[in-house]
């Protein structure tokens, strides 16, 4: 689990893709503080396991599913990432509950200045879009944003000076794209509440009026 706080910026030093998934080297220094093999490190957002570890950096595995669903497959050589940690139960909750699990690769279709502050505007498969909520938090390359603005088929996130500095996502331009989570306790809540409304093979919602006198709710 992660906060989607970045503890700093990495660079690949190497990527090798085969068959079987990829390895991928990246220098570091904040997060080889306590690392150990084994550990999980949010790399741009995907959770990756260390499988080895050097004075100036780690290497980790990624699977093919990985590689597929997100933009690991396009880093090379010199390209930056966001890198953190996962969390301690001592630590605070500064950001989000974020599982490092990506939902799918959206592209950044607009960049905005507003005083201070970026606005990025993304498309977004309309699936994914029940779960994005004005002022709600989704995960971008593994940085926790507020959601600003939602349309059918797009959602906007403004980007702080501070989190513009200290991470990748104030670098990037229109047409990269980037990997997003969407909120984990959105999804939780609709598994749990499927039985009382229906489920993707049933257009109908079994919530009525009638069982919410039963239930007591009015």
């Known amino acids: 689990m992660f906060t989607g706080l970045v503890e700093e910026i990495g660079t690949v030093r190497r990527i090798t893709v085969s068959a079987d998934g990829a390895s991928i080297d990246v220098a570091a220094k904040t997060v080889l503080s306590d690392l150990k093999i ?3 490190v949010a790399v741009s957002g995907p959770c990756l396991t260390v499988t ?3 004075g100036d950096g780690f290497t980790a595995y990624v699977m093919p599913e ?4 997100t933009n690991l497959g396009n880093l090379s050589a010199g390209s930056e990432v966001n890198l953190e940690r996962a969390l301690s139960l001592n630590a605070r909750l500064g950001g989000h509950m974020v599982s490092g699990h990506i939902d799918a690769a ?4 607009d960049r905005q200045r507003e005083g201070g502050a970026i606005l990025l505007t993304f498309n977004c ?5 029940r779960y994005i909520v004005p002022k709600g938090s989704v995960a971008l390359d593994g940085v926790s944003l507020t959601v600003a603005a939602v349309g059918e088929d797009r959602f ?5 000076p501070h989190t513009a ?6 670098r990037r331009k229109i047409g990269d794209r980037f990997n997003l989570e969407v909120d984990l306790l959105g999804k939780y809540v609709e598994k749990m509440l499927s039985p009382f409304t229906g489920d993707e093979k049933s257009e109908k919602s ?13």
């Open 38 to 40: 084994g550990d999980s």
């Open 156 to 160: 906007t996130v403004g980007v702080i």
């Open 165 to 170: 500095d200290q991470t990748t996502v104030g």
């Open 206 to 218: 079994k919530i009525s009026l009638a069982f919410l006198q039963e239930q007591g709710y009015i």
């Open 66 to 69: 990985t590689l597929k669903k």
């Open 106 to 109: 959206v592209d950044l279709i």
């Open 125 to 129: 498969l309309p699936d994914l879009m």
């Open 52 to 54: 080895a570890l050097a």
